[in-house]
Protein backbone atom coordinates (compact mmCIF):
# COMPACT_ATOMS: atom_id res chain seq x y z
CA UNK A 1 0.00 0.00 0.00
CA UNK A 2 1.61 3.72 -1.07
CA UNK A 3 2.47 5.95 1.93
CA UNK A 4 1.14 9.27 1.86
CA UNK A 5 3.00 11.94 0.52
CA UNK A 6 2.46 15.78 1.60
CA UNK A 7 3.78 18.12 -0.34
CA UNK A 8 4.26 22.35 0.36
CA UNK A 9 4.81 24.87 -2.03
CA UNK A 10 5.82 28.27 -0.18
CA UNK A 11 6.64 31.18 -2.29
CA UNK A 12 9.61 33.80 -1.02
CA UNK A 13 10.95 36.68 -2.52
CA UNK A 14 8.90 39.62 -3.88
CA UNK A 15 5.81 38.30 -5.90
CA UNK A 16 6.33 39.35 -9.82
CA UNK A 17 3.47 42.44 -9.57
CA UNK A 18 5.04 43.97 -6.66
CA UNK A 19 8.47 43.51 -8.32
CA UNK A 20 7.06 45.51 -11.52
CA UNK A 21 5.58 48.36 -8.82
CA UNK A 22 9.48 48.72 -7.74
CA UNK A 23 10.81 48.44 -11.05
CA UNK A 24 8.62 51.89 -12.01
CA UNK A 25 9.83 53.45 -8.85
CA UNK A 26 12.81 53.08 -9.82
CA UNK A 27 12.46 54.35 -13.45
CA UNK A 28 9.85 57.52 -12.20
CA UNK A 29 12.86 57.90 -9.28
CA UNK A 30 15.44 57.85 -12.07
CA UNK A 31 13.41 60.50 -14.75
CA UNK A 32 12.87 62.94 -11.66
CA UNK A 33 17.10 62.39 -10.65
CA UNK A 34 17.63 63.36 -14.47
CA UNK A 35 14.97 66.20 -14.96
CA UNK A 36 16.48 67.67 -11.50
CA UNK A 37 20.03 67.18 -12.39
CA UNK A 38 19.18 68.93 -16.05
CA UNK A 39 17.34 72.10 -14.07
CA UNK A 40 20.58 72.50 -11.64
CA UNK A 41 23.15 72.06 -14.61
CA UNK A 42 20.89 74.57 -16.76
CA UNK A 43 21.23 77.29 -13.46
CA UNK A 44 25.18 76.10 -12.82
CA UNK A 45 25.41 76.41 -16.65
CA UNK A 46 24.06 79.87 -16.39
CA UNK A 47 25.75 81.15 -13.58
CA UNK A 48 29.05 80.07 -14.98
CA UNK A 49 28.19 82.35 -18.21
CA UNK A 50 27.44 85.48 -16.17
CA UNK A 51 29.92 85.60 -13.86
CA UNK A 52 32.82 85.47 -16.80
CA UNK A 53 31.03 87.58 -18.98
CA UNK A 54 34.21 90.17 -20.00
CA UNK A 55 32.06 93.02 -21.27
CA UNK A 56 29.52 93.06 -18.53
CA UNK A 57 28.56 96.93 -19.71
CA UNK A 58 27.46 95.71 -23.26
CA UNK A 59 25.94 92.17 -22.12
CA UNK A 60 22.66 91.39 -23.15
CA UNK A 61 22.34 88.46 -21.74
CA UNK A 62 21.12 85.92 -24.20
CA UNK A 63 23.70 83.87 -24.26
CA UNK A 64 22.76 82.75 -20.29
CA UNK A 65 18.74 83.56 -21.17
CA UNK A 66 19.28 80.43 -24.44
CA UNK A 67 20.57 78.00 -22.40
CA UNK A 68 17.28 76.18 -21.23
CA UNK A 69 16.53 72.58 -19.86
CA UNK A 70 15.12 70.20 -23.22
CA UNK A 71 13.09 67.17 -21.51
CA UNK A 72 11.87 64.41 -23.74
CA UNK A 73 10.26 61.05 -23.51
CA UNK A 74 8.94 61.86 -20.06
CA UNK A 75 12.35 62.15 -18.38
CA UNK A 76 13.98 59.61 -20.27
CA UNK A 77 16.06 62.10 -22.32
CA UNK A 78 17.10 65.34 -20.43
CA UNK A 79 19.15 67.55 -22.17
CA UNK A 80 20.93 71.03 -21.20
CA UNK A 81 20.95 73.72 -24.43
CA UNK A 82 19.05 73.25 -27.52
CA UNK A 83 21.23 74.29 -30.11
CA UNK A 84 18.53 75.10 -32.53
CA UNK A 85 17.25 77.98 -30.23
CA UNK A 86 20.49 78.78 -29.29
CA UNK A 87 21.32 79.95 -32.59
CA UNK A 88 18.51 82.29 -32.68
CA UNK A 89 18.94 83.35 -29.32
CA UNK A 90 23.02 84.17 -29.11
CA UNK A 91 24.31 82.53 -32.70
CA UNK A 92 27.91 83.66 -30.81
CA UNK A 93 27.34 80.57 -28.35
CA UNK A 94 30.09 78.39 -29.88
CA UNK A 95 32.72 81.30 -30.64
CA UNK A 96 32.05 82.21 -26.61
CA UNK A 97 32.73 78.56 -25.22
CA UNK A 98 35.38 77.37 -27.30
CA UNK A 99 37.05 80.83 -28.43
CA UNK A 100 38.69 81.83 -31.39
CA UNK A 101 37.69 84.35 -34.14
CA UNK A 102 34.87 85.10 -35.82
CA UNK A 103 34.52 84.55 -39.51
CA UNK A 104 34.82 88.73 -40.18
CA UNK A 105 38.00 88.68 -38.41
CA UNK A 106 39.50 85.35 -39.85
CA UNK A 107 39.27 87.13 -42.72
CA UNK A 108 40.70 90.29 -42.11
CA UNK A 109 37.94 92.46 -42.48
CA UNK A 110 37.17 95.50 -40.91
CA UNK A 111 33.57 96.13 -38.87
CA UNK A 112 31.93 99.71 -38.88
CA UNK A 113 30.54 100.20 -35.15
CA UNK A 114 31.39 102.37 -31.78
CA UNK A 115 32.51 101.41 -28.36
CA UNK A 116 30.04 102.15 -25.51
CA UNK A 117 29.58 106.11 -26.01
CA UNK A 118 31.89 106.73 -28.69
CA UNK A 119 35.57 105.60 -29.22
CA UNK A 120 37.84 102.91 -28.20
CA UNK A 121 38.51 102.77 -24.54
CA UNK A 122 42.12 104.95 -24.39
CA UNK A 123 43.20 101.85 -22.32
CA UNK A 124 42.77 99.31 -24.70
CA UNK A 125 41.74 96.57 -22.72
CA UNK A 126 39.12 94.86 -24.18
CA UNK A 127 36.54 95.66 -21.40
CA UNK A 128 34.12 97.61 -23.98
CA UNK A 129 31.41 96.07 -26.42
CA UNK A 130 31.45 97.13 -29.85
CA UNK A 131 28.07 98.12 -31.34
CA UNK A 132 27.81 97.89 -34.83
CA UNK A 133 25.23 101.56 -34.59
CA UNK A 134 26.08 104.84 -35.43
CA UNK A 135 28.72 107.07 -34.83
CA UNK A 136 31.00 104.17 -37.01
CA UNK A 137 34.38 104.05 -36.39
CA UNK A 138 36.64 101.24 -38.13
CA UNK A 139 37.30 98.24 -36.12
CA UNK A 140 39.72 95.46 -36.87
CA UNK A 141 39.58 92.50 -34.44
CA UNK A 142 42.81 91.40 -34.16
CA UNK A 143 42.93 89.31 -31.03
CA UNK A 144 40.66 85.78 -30.41
CA UNK A 145 37.91 85.41 -28.00
CA UNK A 146 39.09 83.52 -24.74
CA UNK A 147 37.40 80.19 -24.19
CA UNK A 148 35.32 80.11 -22.04
CA UNK A 149 34.49 76.85 -21.42
CA UNK A 150 31.13 76.89 -20.28
CA UNK A 151 30.33 73.65 -21.27
CA UNK A 152 32.96 71.80 -19.84
CA UNK A 153 32.71 73.52 -16.95
CA UNK A 154 28.99 72.19 -16.70
CA UNK A 155 30.52 69.03 -17.48
CA UNK A 156 32.75 68.42 -14.68
CA UNK A 157 30.59 69.95 -12.22
CA UNK A 158 27.69 67.51 -13.57
CA UNK A 159 29.95 64.35 -13.19
CA UNK A 160 31.04 65.75 -9.12
CA UNK A 161 26.94 66.47 -8.16
CA UNK A 162 26.06 62.78 -9.58
CA UNK A 163 29.08 60.82 -7.79
CA UNK A 164 28.04 63.16 -4.53
CA UNK A 165 24.38 63.12 -4.80
CA UNK A 166 22.63 61.13 -7.40
CA UNK A 167 23.73 57.70 -7.54
CA UNK A 168 23.39 57.00 -4.13
CA UNK A 169 19.69 58.02 -4.41
CA UNK A 170 18.81 55.83 -7.31
CA UNK A 171 20.45 52.51 -5.08
CA UNK A 172 18.29 53.12 -2.20
CA UNK A 173 15.85 51.78 -4.35
CA UNK A 174 17.11 47.93 -3.87
CA UNK A 175 16.03 44.86 -6.19
CA UNK A 176 18.23 42.49 -4.81
CA UNK A 177 15.79 40.52 -2.54
CA UNK A 178 14.07 39.81 -5.79
CA UNK A 179 13.57 35.64 -6.20
CA UNK A 180 11.58 34.20 -8.48
CA UNK A 181 10.24 30.74 -7.61
CA UNK A 182 9.00 28.55 -5.33
CA UNK A 183 10.26 26.24 -2.55
CA UNK A 184 8.94 23.10 -2.51
CA UNK A 185 9.21 21.22 0.81
CA UNK A 186 8.65 17.04 0.77
CA UNK A 187 6.82 16.05 4.33
Do not use: C
Not at 23 to 40: C, H, P, W, Y
Not at 116 to 132: A, M, R
Not at 147 to 159: E, L
Request: net charge positive; no cysteine.
Amino acid sequence: MPKNIGLEITRYGTPPLAFQKKIQVMFRTAEQASIDLGNKSRDHMRTVITTNIKRKAGSTGNLAKSIDTVVEAGGKVVGVGYIPEMDQIAPYWYLVNYGGMNAAARQGRTLMGNFEGSTPSSKNDGTQSFFQTAPFYPMTPKKPVVAMNYISKTASWVSTIWRIHYSGRLNKVSISKFAAGAAMTLG
